[in-house]
């Protein structure tokens, strides 16, 4: 690597390997990767110089943002890592015409900042915010759950600058809002898990923020009731911006906030945004549809919106306090398979010996599917990754995806082929090939 250390400037290239270069948030399996060499660039031009340095030796590249994937995307098996966090510059910030261009190592929560300094709401909500990258999100096209109204984080994106095999730097849109000239080859690098190239910036579309956004937490008796509410709450054409579940097991690991109590089954969180009239008009029907809910509870204040809030973002943390360790999947079946998906994780976790729960993303139909394990038994890991392939099945049978939110990195490699089929995922490896012909970005993810 002193070759590298050569043709780049002082300190881009870290003289050792810092472990927490070859992790991400996947939890249970400790994925602890493997790297030759750190790179942490601090211009576009030092990507597109280590891109031409390992595309010419054949070194494998793998590009990381703040490193919150819970698949193991970012987790390195050689070679380089490029990290992103030196390119952090706002290019251009225009709120007059709602459109912000940001490089990829720029925070998402620094990114909803400004833009909401001026009025304007960037809406895709992840979690960790705070430390993931723009650049990791359209990488992974990252939800959450304001992705029910706003969709995921490829929809804010009008442009892309990245870095592509052999090295060369290309720019796929802009800040113009439309454009079909081309086949969407800005929505191959959206979700791509830096297997096409290297995302450098990028030009995202902002809104006028909602005057307020109120949250709305309903407790069953029954899980049927609450899932045929979701059904409802969609029909009944609602401008809800969320709706997020919580099953009763998961209600038992992470009780209700602000006090709630209930003999709850099951756990609906709306989110309704707007003027103040309209979100209290929202709130009003869906109380009416919700007839079977037990207790309903509208935050009453910024800090109930806030505890209601943590309350939701505690489940990773509060289901995997229970034996130590899990492993939570992000399966996304159609609507219409959401109770019987719900239903079918828990009978797959005791099909296999596990405690099982699910929360999540109800209006999308995206579901933390999760198997409760000892973090160090063995057994227990071997038996949550035979459940987590039966759940695949179960989502793929249902006519759902493998993945609605995380993406495949490494967790789930190998399982993509049996959801799509041959001749759909051969095209998918006729992608890769066409950007990356030696396989050296990121190699092993997505697929
Ligand atoms: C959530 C994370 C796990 O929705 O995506 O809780
Ligand atoms: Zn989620």
């Known amino acids: 690597m002193s070759e590298l250390k050569a043709l780049l400037p002082d300190g881009v290239v870290l003289d050792d390997v810092p472990s927490r270069y070859l992790v991400d948030e996947t939890e249970t399996r400790s994925r602890l990767g493997f790297a030759d060499a750190v790179v942490l660039p601090v211009s576009v031009a030092d990507v597109v110089t280590v891109m031409r340095f390992a595309y010419a030796q054949g070194i494998p590249l793998t590009p990381r943002g703040g490193g919150t994937g819970y698949a193991g995307g970012a987790v390195p098996q050689g070679g380089v890592v490029v990290g992103m966090e030196r390119l952090n510059k706002v290019r251009h910030f225009d709120p007059l015409l709602w459109r912000m261009e940001v490089e990829a190592g720029v925070t998402t929560a620094h990114v909803r900042r400004i833009a909401q300094e001026s009025g304007l709401l960037y809406p895709p909500d992840p979690g960790a915010g705070e430390l993931s990258h723009i650049g990791g999100n359209i990488a992974t096209n990252a939800g959450g759950p304001h992705a029910f109204k706003y969709g995921t984080t490829g929809t804010w994106v009008t442009g892309l600058e990245c870095v592509v095999p052999p090295g060369e730097l290309i720019k796929l849109g802009g800040s113009q809002r439309k454009d079909v000239a081309g086949y969407d080859l800005k929505h191959l690098l959206i979700g791509s898990e830096g297997t096409l190239g290297v995302i ?144 079918e994780a828990r009978r797959i976790g005791r099909k296999h010996g596990l405690r099982a729960c699910a929360w999540g993303h109800a209006g999308d139909g995206n579901l933390h599917a999760t198997f409760m394990i000892r973090r160090d038994s063995p057994a227990d890991i071997a038996a949550a990754e035979h459940a987590a392939s039966d759940l695949f099945d179960m989502a793929i049978a249902f006519g759902g995806a493998i993945s609605g939110e995380h993406g495949i990195g490494l967790e789930k490699a190998g399982v993509l082929e049996r959801a799509w089929g041959p001749r759909a995922y051969a095209l998918h490896g006729g992608v890769k090939s066409l950007f990356d012909p030696r396989d050296l970005l990121n190699p092993g993810k997505k697929r």
């Open 200 to 343: 450098t910036a990028a030009w995202l579309r902002l809104i006028p923020t909602p005057q307020c956004s109120v949250p709305l937490l309903a407790l069953f008796a029954a899980e049927a009731s609450g899932c045929e509410a979701v059904e409802s709450l969609i029909g009944s054409g609602l401008d809800l911006a969320a709706i997020e579940f919580v099953d009763s097991v998961a209600l038992e690991c992470v009780p209700p906030p602000l006090g709630i109590r209930g003999e709850s089954a099951f756990a609906l969180l709306l989110q309704a945004d707007g003027s103040e009239s309209e979100v209290a008009a929202t709130l009003a029907d869906a109380r009416d549809v919700m007839k079977e809910a037990q207790i309903t509870h509208a935050a009453e204040s910024r800090s109930e919106v806030e505890r209601i809030w943590r309350w939701r973002e505690g489940m990773t943390a509060g289901v995997t306090a229970q034996l130590g360790g899990k492993v939570s999947e992000d399966i996304s079946v159609p609507i219409d398979y959401l109770g019987d998906a719900i239903q």
